[in-house]
C-alpha cells in the first residue's frame, strides 16, 4: 500500500466493497503484498492492520498477507541483486539539473518508493515464490477497486481470460508523460535490432510519434501548461487494474526482455513507470488477438483518492455508513438546520484540512438517518471540536457566513458555547456517493477503432530501426 490516500483508508473500503459487491472474488485467494518488515512496523501494530483488513472484507473472502520486504529493495543484475536505498536515489538524482527543486518539491514519481514500486510491478512481482503455481493474476492498486453491482452473476474477469486464452486483460490505455520517458524509445528499439525481434503487434500500432500533450512542469514555480511532444513509444497500459497471465510474463522472451529493462535501472535514473512497460512487455510477445480488454460497463470501478476537505464516514462498528463522504464548507453555521444531538470535545488532530476527521461527529452523523452533515467548532490550542448535527444540507444561500468574525459564530453563542478559543469553524454536508474517485472509462471499441485508423495514416510504414 503506498499510502496515497490521506483522508480515507482506501484499502479497508475497497476490500470492502470488492468483497460485498463482486461475487466471483470469494471463488480465489486474495494476497495483500506488504512491506512491514521494512518499515520497521511492530508486530503488534501489523496484527492490528490485519485484523482491520480482515473485518472489512467479507467473511468469506480468502485473505492472505505477503510480506515482500526482501524483495520490494532490491534490483536483480543476472544472478545477484543489490539493494537501493533512498541514498542511492539521492545521488542519482543529484545529478539532474533540477535537483535542487526535486529535493524541494518531492514530487511523487520522484520518490524512493515509488521507483520501488514500479519495478516491483513490472517485474519482480511476476517471479514471486508465491505465486510460481498461478496462472492468471489479477492486480488492484490498493486505491482501486471493482462496483460489480452485487449480482450473482458479474462477470469473471479470470474465467474471461481463461476462455479467450488471453494473455493479458487491459482496463485502461494511455500516453507517458515525456518527463518520465528519457532513453525508453532508444532502449525498446535497440532490443528489437539486438535480438533480431519481430513484434506480433504492426510497429506503428507501438508508436506514439507526432503525438502531444498538455502538462505543467512539476518541478517549475511556473503553472503555465505547454504542448509538448512525447517520446516516439510512449504507449502506456494503466496497471491499477490489469489481469496478467504469468505462464506468458514468466516465458524466456519476455523474461529476458523484462529483466534488461530491471538491469539498466530505467525505473531508477529515468522513473520509467510500470504502466509504460507493460504495454511493450506484451506487444512485442503478443498479439493483440490474446489482449482481452475490459469495457468499462463490463467491470466497471474507480481509482484515487478523496480530495482534501472530505473525509470518509466510518460507522459504529466500523462496518456500516463506509459509504458516506463528508464535504467541509468553511466559515458556515446553519443553526435554522440544527437538530438536539451534538458532541463536545471531540479529539481532531490537525484540525481541518489537515488529513485527519473528527471521527466520533461522522459516527454519530451516520447513526442517524434524517442527518445530513454537521456543523463544527474547532479549538486549536487542545485540538478538538465541538459538533451538532444537521437535517439538511448546509450552503452559503442558506447559512450565516462569515466564519468566527461574523454572523456564524453568534449561532454557537446563542446556544452558550463559549467561543473565545475557537480558532475555525465549518458546515459538513453528508453526501451517499458510491463513486468518489475517477470512475474506469475505458471503450473497447473505440480502442480498437482508433488502432484501424492508425494503421491507415501515411506513418504506418514505420519501424523500429527508424
Known amino acids: 500500500d503506498e499510502a496515497k490516500c490521506h483522508n480515507e483508508p482506501a484499502l479497508l473500503k475497497n476490500v470492502r466493497r470488492l468483497s460485498s459487491r463482486c461475487s466471483w472474488v470469494l471463488d480465489y485467494p486474495t494476497y495483500v503484498l506488504h512491506t512491514a518488515r521494512m518499515e520497521g512496523i ?6 492490528e492492520w490485519t485484523d482491520s483488513i480482515r473485518f472489512a472484507a467479507d467473511p468469506r473472502m480468502d485473505l492472505r498477507f505477503l510480506d515482500v520486504s526482501e524483495e520490494f529493495e532490491r534490483v536483480e543484475f543476472g544472478d545477484s541483486k543489490a539493494k537501493l536505498d533512498r541514498f542511492d536515489l539521492m545521488w542519482m538524482d543529484a545529478t539532474r539539473p533540477g ?40 492486480h488492484l492498486d490498493s486505491d482501486a477497486t471493482f462496483d460489480c453491482g452485487g449480482g450473482e452473476n458479474t462477470l469473471d474477469p479470470f474465467k474471461e481470460m481463461a476462455r479467450s486464452d488471453a494473455a493479458y486483460g487491459l482496463f485502461e490505455v494511455g500516453v507517458e508523460d515525456p518527463a518520465y520517458t528519457q532513453g525508453w524509445s532508444t532502449f525498446v528499439k535497440e532490443w528489437v535490432l539486438l535480438n533480431e525481434l519481430k513484434p ?42 490489469e489481469v496478467l497471465d504469468l505462464s506468458f510474463f514468466t516465458s524466456t522472451p519476455v523474461m529476458d526482455f523484462t529483466r534488461r529493462v530491471e ?49 470518509t464516514g466510518m460507522g459504529k462498528d466500523g462496518r456500516e455508513g463506509w459509504e458516506y463522504v463528508y464535504n467541509l464548507n468553511d466559515d458556515l453555521a446553519c443553526s435554522d438546520m440544527w437538530l ?68 456564524a459564530i453568534e449561532q454557537w453563542r446563542l446556544l452558550g458555547t463559549d467561543t473565545s478559543n475557537v480558532t475555525k469553524m465549518a458546515a459538513a454536508n453528508r453526501y451517499q456517493l458510491i463513486e468518489r474517485a475517477v470512475p474506469r472509462t475505458m471503450n473497447c471499441s473505440q480502442w480498437r477503432k482508433d488502432l484501424e485508423a492508425k494503421l491507415l495514416q501515411p506513418s504506418a510504414v514505420a519501424t523500429l530501426q527508424d
Open 42 to 47: 511492530s508486530d503488534q501494530h501489523l496484527l
Open 340 to 407: 438536539e444531538e451534538g458532541l463536545r470535545g471531540v479529539p481532531w488532530p490537525g484540525g481541518p484540512h489537515s488529513g485527519t476527521s473528527p471521527r466520533q461527529c461522522l459516527q454519530l452523523c451516520n447513526e442517524y438517518s434524517a442527518c445530513q452533515g454537521f456543523d463544527i467548532l474547532y479549538y486549536g490550542e487542545t485540538q478538538t471540536a465541538d459538533c451538532i448535527l444537521r437535517d439538511d444540507r448546509a450552503t452559503v444561500e442558506v447559512c450565516k457566513g462569515g466564519g468566527i468574525h461574523g454572523e
Open 99 to 138: 535537483s535542487p527543486q526535486i529535493r524541494k518539491t518531492k514530487p511523487r514519481r520522484f520518490q524512493a518508493g515509488y521507483r520501488h514500486m514500479c519495478r516491483f510491478q513490472s517485474s519482480t512481482v511476476l517471479q514471486l515464490p508465491a505465486f510460481r503455481r498461478t496462472r492468471y493474476m489479477l
Open 200 to 241: 506480433p503487434v504492426p510497429v506503428p500500432l507501438l508508436s506514439t510519434l507526432g503525438e502531444k500533450v498538455i502538462k505543467t512542469d512539476e518541478l517549475s514555480d511556473s503553472e503555465a501548461q505547454l504542448e509538448v511532444p512525447v517520446a516516439p513509444l510512449s504507449l502506456t497500459w494503466g496497471t491499477a487494474w
Open 263 to 311: 538491469a539498466v535501472l530505467g525505473h531508477y535514473r529515468f522513473l520509467w513507470g510500470d504502466h509504460l512497460i507493460r504495454a511493450y512487455q506484451v506487444q512485442l510477445h503478443a498479439s493483440l488477438d490474446r489482449v482481452r480488454c475490459f469495457d468499462a460497463y463490463e467491470l466497471p470501478g474507480s481509482h484515487g483518492c478523496t480530495p482534501d476537505g472530505i473525509f
